[in-house]
């Protein structure tokens, strides 16, 4: 059986993460970059049903809107920034639409306001994906499907 062809994406794609409420945002493919963030400000952790959860406010750049969001924690990890500082991060998880693929993806959250693009998808990401990153172009994945279609 021959192989599938691998999903080709650009440097920065439109993407979804429906579990958090984000129908549309751009994100930034960042193979030099082990792991993804999302700018998230606000962030609060708080019980819910006897395990910790995480609620952030993921404000309108680079998003059709701002979203508030909600999502258990699922680990707290020392992440470099893009200075290569060390940073301790809440990290959640989320499925993750690029293209015609859903998968589930790890993604810190952050303090990008500095950075052009709200989201970073990093290396884990995409790695077993059979993703192929073209980084002169841009939004060759687009065509967002909605989850369940």
């Known amino acids: ?17 429906p579990d958090l409420g984000i129908a549309r945002a751009t994100a930034k493919i960042d193979t030099g970059a082990r792991t993804s963030a999302i700018h998230a400000t606000r962030i609060r952790l708080f019980e ?3 395990s910790r959860w995480v ?11 701002a979203v508030d969001c909600e999502a258990p924690l699922v680990d ?11 940073q301790e991060r809440l990290v959640i998880e989320s ?5 015609e693929k859903t998968w589930r993806i ?6 990008r ?22 980084p002169g172009r841009s939004h060759l994945a ?7 279609s």
């Open 1 to 17: 059986m021959p192989a599938k062809p691998p999903l080709i994406v650009g440097w920065r794609e439109n993407v979804s993460l």
């Open 48 to 50: 819910k049903d006897g």
């Open 55 to 65: 609620r952030f406010h993921v404000p309108h750049a680079g998003l059709d809107e």
């Open 76 to 86: 707290t990890r020392m992440i470099k920034n893009t200075s290569g500082v060390p």
């Open 95 to 99: 499925r993750l639409i690029l293209g």
């Open 106 to 111: 790890d993604i810190s959250l952050a303090n």
């Open 113 to 134: 306001a500095d950075m052009s693009l709200p989201i970073i998808l990093g290396r884990t990401a995409i790695s077993r994906r059979n993703v192929l990153v073209h």
């Open 142 to 148: 687009d065509g967002i499907r909605k989850v369940g």
